[in-house]
Every structure is written in structure tokens, then in C-alpha cells.
């Protein structure tokens, strides 16, 4: 999990598999990101269970395939203890355990767990968010960790610059979030997800969803991705208005549409620093559906 001369001394970083860690753009992600070890969720589907990126993911993906169904399960504390004691084994001074919020995911209770149990101190950490919005919080932990912060500085960091990102998507499954149980809030001028799903057979739509305080909110509905792709731009650029921004594109299966709203964000964002782009993992997958497209906007490290 981790190399003894990237942590030793240092503080560690573990999160879980719905972080949609970047691809590194600049060597200083690289070194920052060998600061950090994934706990995969547990993916379930006709009757088989594997890791979220493991081996036998590809038997799971062959189920679905078939027809079956998606699920998701927060990995067992044992998981986490094996990542702590890899940590305190290259000579972690502590770890923080950053993951995704406590109200979508029990992932934080075992994470809780396993810290009692840890050789070195953890901090266990909701970042409120998911996806490239927990990417790049945990890899602005790492970047914290790397320039030698202490425990409660790398968390209180990786807090901040998660209350100060925005995390916008698009469904081109408009039922995927309402089959997996996710679709939480609606703004108090939408309909409510009771409301929509009883309207589900009427309704053709792409939902267009922000991420906040661990809560999934319902932006607006548009008829087509196309339609969906303008309008994440469009709220990528106003928030983040004259300030400089990291952008992550994330997509599932949709590799052409995201490739458009990095075209679009480069045209209506002319101060982004770093422009990442990510495939979701299947722990992702299993609640948006195939063809989702989102776009998270982050303050540049040296503004948090």
C-alpha cells in the first residue's frame, strides 16, 4: 500500500473506492498520491461479491451485463485495520481516514471501528462528498501530509477545501439514482422524490444534481445530455467566477460527452489551473448508471 520513503514520519492517508483519484497531471501528485491507500467497498450483483476494482470485478460486471442488479456494501473494519497497520508498518506517525458522507455510505462506521484498533493515531474525516469531489480532497490531505502537517492540519485542511468545492453531475439513467436509493433532497421548488417517483413512467429527463454537505440535491431536469453538458459549463463557470480552480471531469462509460465538457470548461473557464479527467469506478456506477457526466470545480491549493 505504501512506500516507506514516501510516508515514513509522515502522515498517512486512506480513503475508500468512491474517490475518484485523479490521474496525476504534475509530478507533485504523483509523489503526494503515494501517500494514500484505497479500502474498496464490496460490489454485489446476482449472487457475487468482489472488490470495487478487484479481480473479480470482472465476473460482477459480467452479471450486470446479464441483467442483474448493482449494489453496493461498505467494507468490513478488518479492511481498515489492514490499511492502518500497513501505514504504521512504513512509518506513518498517523493516518487520516477521509471518506464518503455518513449519510449516503456506513463506510465511516467501520471505518470508526478499525481506528480503535490502530497502531498509530487516525482521524477519521466526512468529507461530505463523493467522487472527484473526495478525489481531490484526499489528494489535497496528501498534499497537506506531504509538506509534513500534523494530523489535525491535514484534517482540517482537507475539511476546508471540501466546503469550498462544488460538485455537479448529470444522470443519462434518469431512474439510476432513484433505483439505488440516493436521490435524498430536492430544491423546495422541486418535486419531491416520492413525487418523482410516481411520475417515473411519464417522465423523459436528465437530472442535474449537486453534491453538498452529503446531501444529493436536484438542480434542474433537461431532456437530452447535450442539453446537460451546456448546463453543467455553465454552472462550473459561475461557480467558480473570476477565481483560479482545479476542474475533474468524471464520467461512466461516457468518455465522449466528457471529452466535450472539457472543450466547454477550457472556452468558459480560462483560469483553470489543473484539469483532471476520471472514469468512475463501478462503487460509483452502481448509483448514477452508465453515461453519467459531472464536473467538480476546487479552489487552487494555494488559495485554501
Known amino acids: 500500500m505504501f512506500g516507506e520513503q514516501s510516508v515514513r514520519g509522515k502522515v498517512a492517508v486512506v480513503t475508500d473506492s468512491t474517490a475518484s483519484l485523479p490521474e496525476p497531471v504534475a509530478a507533485e501528485d504523483g509523489a503526494c498520491l503515494r501517500l494514500v491507500a484505497v479500502v474498496p467497498l464490496r460490489l454485489l450483483a446476482g449472487g457475487l461479491v468482489a472488490d470495487d476494482g478487484g479481480a473479480e470485478a470482472?465476473?460482477?460486471?459480467?452479471?450486470?451485463?446479464?441483467?442483474?442488479?448493482?449494489?453496493?456494501?461498505?467494507?468490513?473494519?478488518?479492511?481498515?485495520?489492514?490499511?492502518?497497520?500497513?501505514?504504521?508498518?512504513?512509518?506513518?506517525?498517523?493516518?487520516i481516514s477521509l471518506h464518503l458522507p455518513e449519510t449516503l455510505s456506513g463506510?465511516?462506521?467501520?471505518?470508526?471501528?478499525?481506528?480503535?484498533?490502530?497502531?498509530?493515531?487516525v482521524r477519521v474525516v466526512d468529507a461530505m462528498t463523493i467522487g472527484t469531489g473526495l478525489g481531490?480532497?484526499?489528494?489535497?490531505a496528501a498534499r497537506s501530509a506531504a509538506d509534513g502537517l500534523g494530523p489535525d492540519e491535514v484534517a482540517a485542511r482537507a475539511a476546508r477545501y471540501a466546503e469550498l468545492i462544488g460538485s455537479f453531475f448529470a444522470l443519462a439513467e434518469p431512474d439510476a439514482l432513484l433505483a439505488g436509493g440516493r436521490f435524498l433532497t430536492a430544491g423546495r421548488d422541486q418535486p419531491s422524490s416520492s413525487a418523482l417517483?410516481?411520475?417515473?413512467p411519464r417522465l423523459i429527463f436528465r437530472p442535474i444534481l449537486r453534491i453538498r454537505s452529503g446531501q444529493i440535491d436536484l438542480?434542474?431536469?433537461?431532456?437530452?445530455?447535450?442539453?446537460?453538458?451546456s448546463r453543467l459549463t455553465e454552472l462550473a463557470a459561475n461557480f467558480?467566477?473570476?477565481?483560479?480552480?482545479?476542474?475533474?471531469?468524471?464520467?461512466?462509460?461516457?468518455?465522449?460527452?466528457?471529452?466535450?465538457?472539457?472543450?466547454?470548461?477550457?472556452?468558459?473557464?480560462?483560469?483553470?489551473?489543473?484539469?483532471?479527467?476520471?472514469?468512475?469506478?463501478?462503487?460509483?456506477?452502481?448509483?448514477?448508471?452508465?453515461?453519467?457526466v459531472g464536473v467538480t470545480v476546487a479552489p487552487h491549493p494555494a488559495d485554501v
Open 58 to 95: 470482472d465476473a460482477v460486471r459480467e452479471a450486470v451485463a446479464r441483467g442483474e442488479r448493482l449494489t453496493t456494501a461498505r467494507p468490513p473494519p478488518d479492511r481498515f485495520v489492514a490499511a492502518y497497520r500497513a501505514a504504521a508498518q512504513a512509518g506513518a506517525r498517523a493516518v
Open 107 to 121: 463506510t465511516i462506521v467501520s471505518a470508526e471501528l478499525a481506528a480503535a484498533m490502530s497502531p498509530v493515531p
Open 136 to 140: 481531490l480532497t484526499v489528494l489535497e
Open 197 to 200: 417517483d410516481q411520475a417515473r
Open 219 to 229: 438542480i434542474e431536469r433537461v431532456r437530452t445530455m447535450a442539453v446537460a453538458v
Open 240 to 292: 467558480a467566477g473570476d477565481e483560479p480552480a482545479d476542474v475533474a471531469i468524471e464520467h461512466t462509460a461516457n468518455a465522449g460527452r466528457a471529452a466535450d465538457l472539457g472543450d466547454r470548461l477550457g472556452a468558459a473557464m480560462p483560469r483553470i489551473r489543473r484539469r483532471y479527467v476520471v472514469a468512475s469506478g463501478a462503487g460509483i456506477m452502481a448509483h448514477v448508471g452508465h453515461g453519467m
